[in-house]
Structure formats: C-alpha cells, structure tokens
C-alpha cells in the first residue's frame, strides 16, 4: 500500500511503519495504560518512572555507542556493582573522601573495565561477546572480594544526593541522565567522531579505506561504555544507600533491549540516540504500567524477554529488507 506524497514522490506505508512505529506504539502503550490504570498518569507516578529509568538510561546512550560499531557488552551490571562498591568505601570509614573525589573514582573504575574491554577486543580481536562476558565474572569476583560480600553503607548526605536530590524540582538522576543523552546526542548527530562511528559500525573496511582507524574507534566506544557503567553504579549506590554486591544484576539485558527497541541495528552502522530514549521509556513505562497492575515480576522478566526476542526479529527483517 502507497501513500501519496507528492506528484512525483510516494511513500509507502512500511516505510513509516519502519520509521516512526516506535514513536507509535509508545503512544498507544502511553493511552492503553492510561485508560487501564488511572493512576499511571498522575505526576508522583510520572516522577517515579523517570527517576527509575534514569540509571537504565545512562546505560543505554552507552550501549549504542558500542552496538552502533556492531559490538555488544555483557558487563555492565557488573562493573555498575564493582564502580558503586569502590565509591562507597571511599566516603565511608574513619577516613572519608570528598564525595566528588568518591564519584570520579567510581566513574575511572568503570572506565578502567571498560578500556580492557577494549584493548582486548579493538587490539587483540577477541570476540565481544566473549570478553565482556569473562569481565562480567571478572567485575562480579572482584566486587565480592572488595567488599567481603557486603553491603557498604553508612554513606554520607552529600554522596547520597546524588540518587536522591533534586534540583529545580526535578531527581538528580534524571537531570544526570538528561545531561548524559544530551552530550551522546551532539556527538553522534554534530561531530566527526560520531560520523566515524556510523561508518565503523556500517562497513569497517570501507571506514579504513577513507582513513578512519576502526580499532581505536572500536575501543573508545568501550571506554565510553566503562564510564557510563561506573557513573551508573554511583548513582545506584546513592539511590539505595548502599553498595550492594549483586547489585546490577540483568541491567545489560535493560540496556540492550531499550537500544535494539529504540531501532539501533545489532549488525551496526544502524541507529538513532533519539529513539533509544524512547526505548528507555518504554521498558520504564512497561515495568510500571505492570507494577500498577499487579503482575508478579516473574511475568515481568518473562515479558521483558520476549520484548528483546521480538525487537530482534524485527531488526533482522529490516536488515533482510534493507
């Protein structure tokens, strides 16, 4: 079926399906909530969703970065648990450290994860899956290790506004996130840097070709993931008070769904930011609009996978299409 568009342009009907359909189905998801649920349109439960999905969310700029360069990373919730832990033990103890001194070293232990990430699979062409999987195991042991296995609290007022505050009546997380997407977006949509990775994630030798290292790219992406991992666990970690060691637990299978719903391709080269914030949204407003119904979490998680299975299909048509 075509749609008329002009005298000498159609559109067809898949074509806005393909483009917009995202847009789309979070609006009826939006109204279907809102005529079940009366309760899901009131500003305390809006508030509640976005202060929930903020640490998804700073998650999810990450992970397009690196799925826009065809990879993926299994890690984060672990290295998330590992970054919260270091800052948390920082500020606590008979000798606490400045808060801010805390949540660097939070986001640099992040990072640090995520530059091995990247050495291994940018210079050593170990397979992504492979090692963010072992890191994930690896972040996970060491997180136990550091902190014996449990919780580290006692964290000061300053370190938990960070998950608790506002500013200008609106969650700290939120404007964190906010801030976060708004810097990713620039950068992929305004900069050089960003165009590099589309081409890296689109066709790696044809990126050589024009002069683009795809190794370097390939690993800045994982950096990028690392930090944003760790700024992640700091902002759990104030959030709940304390540091807990199985904490981010299935937070990389929240991420990568809100990427691969938003539209971003897992074959690379394939995506927009704008519409992983509407992923985000939606997982957040899935997760409540199920909560306010009173549906077990067990459904939840049964739910949330076969959303990911079905945005993977969907990709893999595209791609077939394309």
């Not at 360069?69 to 290295?79: E, F, K, V």
């Not at 963010?132 to 550091?146: H, I, K, N, Q």
């Not at 050089?192 to 066709?203: D, L, M, P, S, T």
């Not at 992983?276 to 949330?304: A, F, P, R, W």
Request: hydrophobic letters at 50%.
């Amino acid at each position: 079926m075509r749609m008329s568009q002009s005298p000498t342009q159609t559109v067809s009907l898949g074509s806005i399906l393909t483009r917009y359909g995202i847009v789309l189905s979070f609006i009826i998801l939006l109204v279907t909530l809102a005529i079940i649920s009366p309760n899901f349109l009131s500003p305390n439960n809006l508030f509640n969703v976005l202060r929930q999905v903020s640490i998804n969310g700073v998650l999810a700029v990450g992970m397009t970065f690196v799925i826009l360069t065809a990879g993926i990373d299994l890690s984060i919730g672990a290295i998330l648990a590992l970054s919260g832990a270091v800052a948390a033990s920082l500020v606590t103890g008979s000798a606490p450290m400045n808060p801010v001194l805390a949540v660097l070293a939070g986001t640099a232990t992040g990072m640090a994860c995520g530059a091995l990430n990247g050495v291994l699979i940018a210079r050593f062409a170990v397979p992504a899956f492979v090692v963010t999987l072992g890191m994930l195991s690896v972040a996970r042991g060491a997180t136990l290790l550091y902190s014996g296995g449990r919780p580290v609290a006692n964290l000061s007022g300053e370190f938990r506004w960070l998950g608790q505050g506002v500013v200008a009546g609106i969650p700290v997380p939120v404007v964190l996130f906010a801030i976060v997407f708004a810097i990713a977006a620039f950068v992929l949509r305004y900069t050089v840097y960003g165009r590099r990775i589309y081409a890296v994630g689109g066709n790696p030798k044809s990126a050589r070709t024009s002069g683009i290292n795809p190794a370097r790219i390939v690993f800045s992406v994982y950096v990028i993931m690392g930090a944003l991992a760790g700024l992640a666990g700091v902002m759990l970690t104030a959030r709940t008070t304390a540091a807990l060691p199985q904490a981010g637990l299935g937070y990389e299978l929240d991420a990568i769904a809100a990427v691969v719903i938003g539209g971003t391709s897992l074959t690379g080269g394939v995506g927009r930011i704008g519409y992983t914030l509407i992923g985000v949204l939606m997982i957040g407003v899935i997760s409540n609009g199920l909560d306010l119904l009173g549906v077990s979490s067990y459904y939840q998680q049964i739910i949330k996978g076969s959303i990911i299975v079905l945005s993977v299909m969907i990709d893999r048509s595209r791609s077939r299409h394309s």
